[in-house]
């Protein structure tokens, strides 16, 4: 019993830095967690699978404005997915400031495979949200990310 106390009053002390903090915070961990152990590899390895087995020959930079993500991140993850083989990238003939980057064959088995996992893990959400909750829930976090920008 002492150790449920405890654990009030330690959710207590969380909530008291911010309302909101806490709960996020857990949700967020606990999607990242799910999302890597069933779908088989990290989210931001599996964005950028997905936009460029969508869009073909995307580049770094568009990649990173749609994501939100630093630059040096996404060239990070980029060339991860290079050394496993997964993608192939290479300098726009135009712009030789612009990488570009194409999917390679066991890249895009490696995407459906995982797309495929991905969906399992969407319906898991979906038995607890409806399609209004999970779109009021995606505005309200997207009113809070803009709250807080610079």
């Given amino acids: 019993m ?3 106390r405890q654990e009030d009053r330690l959710k207590e002390a969380a909530e008291e830095v911010n309302p909101i903090y806490a709960s996020v915070g857990s949700a967020f961990k606990r999607l990242l967690f799910a999302f890597e ?14 936009m460029v087995a ?11 404005h ?3 993500v630093d ?10 997915l290079e050394r496993d083989g997964l993608i192939q990238r290479h300098r726009d003939p135009k712009d030789n400031r612009v990488v570009r980057m194409r999917l390679r064959p066991e890249g ?3 995407f459906e495979g995982a797309y495929a996992k991905r969906e ?5 959400i979906r038995r607890v949200l409806s399609q209004e909750e999970e779109d009021e829930l995606r505005r309200l976090l997207d ?5 807080l920008e610079d």
């Fill in 2 to 4: 002492e150790g449920v």
């Fill in 37 to 50: 152990s069933e779908v088989g590899m990290s989210p931001p390895r599996y964005f950028l699978l997905h």
């Fill in 54 to 64: 969508n869009e073909g020959n995307i580049s770094q930079g568009q990649v990173g």
């Fill in 66 to 68: 749609l994501s939100g």
């Fill in 71 to 80: 630059p040096s991140r996404v060239t990070q993850v980029a060339k991860s």
């Fill in 108 to 110: 895009r088995r490696v």
């Fill in 120 to 124: 399992v893990l969407r319906a898991r």
């Fill in 143 to 147: 009113k809070v990310a803009e709250a």
